[in-house]
């Protein structure tokens, strides 16, 4: 059985940079069947997908958040990692790692997120 | 990439059943692309409980169902039950201009 968690601060200063980590157990992050996502939930509000990684280290970001997101996998550790940059209250939210499955072509593309962690609530806050 | 759009309540009684949609445009719910859907409880991780469309992940009841026409995917759940309800999102992949994916609002199943 998959499992993932994430861990990282759940306060973090506005301007400053959130760090989190996933670590997958039961399960690769080296398999090329996978993307390796962070989907965040403000407290109240609905989804919203960030990015992804592939093992190869290529990545996909929302692009409303691209200018400030990083993320990196460490296959040595199993885990892959989530920093946004220069944040500020509206990043306060519980921030889920999550594995992505589903096929995409030339012509059609149907992810699904198969497996979650837990999440995280990260508070943004002086 | 634009949210998708869900109806932000729907309620049944139990036994009932109910259609959640979720419209998007022929850039992501539309063409060739298959949606997912999850279900969340108040202080849960989501759940899949519909891929590629229509498929049901192993566990998930048969009174699941999902469906598209054009723009617009649907989730269908029948016999409802008071388990049932939670917040039920759906996901799309947001098209070729950005590669990326994108969630529905959410809908809020009350179940009476």
């Known amino acids: 059985q998959v499992q993932l968690q994430e861990s990282g601060p759940g306060l973090v200063k506005p301007s400053e940079t959130l760090s989190l980590t996933c670590t997958v157990s039961g399960g690769s992050v080296s398999s090329g069947s996978y993307y390796w996502s962070w989907i965040r939930q403000p407290p109240g509000k609905g989804l919203e997908w960030i990015g992804y990684i592939y093992y190869s280290g290529s990545t996909n970001y929302n692009p409303s958040l691209k200018s400030r997101v990083t993320i990196s996998v460490d296959t040595s550790k199993n885990q892959f990692s989530l920093k946004l940059s220069s944040v500020t209250a509206a990043d306060t939210a519980v921030y889920y790692c999550?594995?992505?499955?589903?096929?995409?072509?030339?012509?059609?593309?149907?992810?699904?997120?198969?497996?979650w962690g837990q999440g995280t609530l990260v508070t943004v806050s002086s | 990439q634009s949210a998708l759009t869900q109806p932000a309540s729907v309620s049944g009684s139990p036994g009932q059943s109910i259609t959640i949609s979720c419209t998007g445009t022929s850039s992501d719910v539309g063409s060739y692309n298959l949606v997912s859907w999850y279900q969340q409880h108040p202080g849960k991780a989501p759940k899949l409980m519909i891929y590629e469309g229509s498929k049901r992940p192993s566990g998930v009841s048969n009174r699941f169902s999902g469906s598209k026409s054009g723009n617009t995917a649907s989730l269908t759940i029948s016999g409802l039950q008071a388990e049932d309800e939670a917040d039920y999102y759906c996901c799309s992949y947001a098209g070729s201009s950005t590669f990326g994916r994108v969630f529905g609002g959410g809908t809020k199943l009350t179940v009476l």
């Open positions: 999550a594995r992505e499955g589903g096929y995409c072509s030339s012509t059609s593309c149907s992810p699904y997120f198969d497996y």
